[in-house]
């Protein structure tokens, strides 16, 4: 069974970085894909960044120029570099895996994922 375990969230003013942490375990499968989703009170959740086990990466235009999704495979870590933040970037973030290979390159779509951790809170203040 993967486990999922998110840290790193926390409070900054609009223009500050955070970088969050997603420490897997359970699976030692080749093939793979990773995701950073979140979710504001009253929104629904979007996917922010993905990865696959190949480095390919994908992010959400929302976000693009300003975080970095990347994995360290010898720590199973997943990570997300959040600089430039803004205060609409406030809410739950959650990571995601699931086991296997999509020619189409790593989704943003939650309903592609399979595991899920608990999430960890980000408040960015104007």
């Known amino acids: 069974q993967v486990q999922l375990v998110e840290s790193g969230g926390g409070s900054v003013q609009s223009g500050g970085s955070l970088r969050l942490s997603c420490a897997a375990s359970g699976s030692t499968a080749s093939r793979y894909f990773m995701g950073w989703f979140r979710q504001a009170p009253g929104k629904e959740r979007e996917g922010v960044a993905a990865i696959d086990s190949d480095g390919s990466t994908r992010y959400a235009d929302s976000v693009k120029g300003r975080f970095t999704i990347s994995q360290d495979n010898a720590k199973n870590t997943l990570y997300l570099q959040m600089n430039s933040l803004k205060p609409e970037d406030t809410a739950m973030y959650y990571c995601?895996?699931?086991?296997?290979?999509?020619?189409?390159?790593?989704?943003?779509?939650?309903?592609?994922?399979?595991?899920w951790g608990q999430g960890t809170q980000v408040t960015v203040s104007s």
């Open positions: 995601a895996k699931s086991l296997g290979y999509t020619w189409l390159g790593p989704p943003l779509s939650h309903a592609e994922y399979t595991y």
